[in-house]
């Protein structure tokens, strides 16, 4: 079992899957079909030219001191370029702010695209979230056409789709929460395969933990892409895809997932209380 954090800093949901960051700000944009889900402007294409700089350059580097940042299996990328380059997806659990920075950090000279909620879109740092290849999940019919014909085509012509199956950013959580078969269901149509990838803790060094106030030091673990069984018919395909990629995630956490408190599968699921209730042990089991 890996370092667990434990802390109570942050306002977990009672749905694993929901939201607790407050979006301050509503642009009022429309996710409709009419909306550019990838932008090919040339003014836009020429700012994210300038972000992709200061990240390389900045924030990349600094992401390494600000987080404790290590990354681990990148091998995993080495030996899957020809595969990678077909078109991938990847999944991760989603623990911080800058888990995304990370990622990209570690795929470089990738530059991913990454689902998002939409309101992250809306709000105050929605350029931004768009220059770093957010794409926001619509909730109209028309939207949801354009989207998903969007990221078919952007898997089919060769790009890294990130998917944050667990739904939604709870920082600095151990347990890996129960994925939405999305990931999965994209996999199995567009027959990609997913690069599975964990966050897991480390034991923050004094400064860290004193002035920096941080629960806990990062490292990235990337594992080999898992691929669909056609042997299955697809409810049951989705299903052992959803969870092979579940425990994989849980095993590169360094959490063995026959003791994760969670099932693989998103069911309106509800956190489970380990961090305070005393009828569970720290596996997630309950107590005699």
Request: glycine residues 6%.
């Amino acid at each position: 079992m890996g370092f667990d954090p434990k802390t109570k800093k942050y306002p977990y949901p009672k749905d694993t899957s929901e939201h607790y960051l407050k979006i301050k700000k509503n642009r009022n944009i429309k996710f409709d079909s009419n909306y550019p889900y990838v932008n090919t402007k040339k003014s836009f294409r020429f700012l994210r030219f300038l972000v992709r700089i200061v990240l390389v350059i900045i924030v990349f580097p600094y992401s390494r001191l600000y987080l404790g940042l290590k990354i681990k299996g990148k091998k995993n990328l080495k030996e899957n370029k020809a595969l990678i380059k077909q078109g991938v997806i990847s999944v991760s659990n989603h623990i911080h702010m800058w888990d995304y920075i990370s990622i990209m950090k570690a795929i470089k000279p990738i530059k991913p695209y990454t689902i998002v909620w939409d309101k992250n879109v809306n709000g105050e740092s929605g350029n931004l979230v768009r220059l770093v290849g957010g794409i926001p999940i619509p909730t109209s019919m028309g939207g949801k056409i354009k989207f998903f014909k969007t990221i078919n085509e952007l898997l089919n012509t060769g790009h890294w789709i990130h998917i944050y199956a667990e739904g939604s950013m709870w920082e600095y959580y151990y347990p890996i929460r129960p994925f939405k078969d999305g990931a999965a269901a994209l996999a199995i149509k567009m027959n990609k395969p997913i690069i599975p990838m964990a966050f897991s803790y480390r034991e923050p060094g004094w400064i860290r933990r004193k002035i920096f106030k941080q629960p806990a030091a990062l490292t990235l673990n990337i594992g080999k892409p898992i691929f669909k069984n056609n042997e299955l018919e697809y409810t049951l395909q989705k299903d052992d895809l959803t969870k092979r990629v579940h425990d994989e995630v849980c095993i590169l956490a360094g959490i063995n997932p026959e003791e994760n408190i969670y099932s693989p599968y998103y069911n309106n699921s509800e956190r489970i209380d380990y961090y305070e209730l005393e009828e569970y042990n720290i596996n997630g089991e309950k107590n005699e």
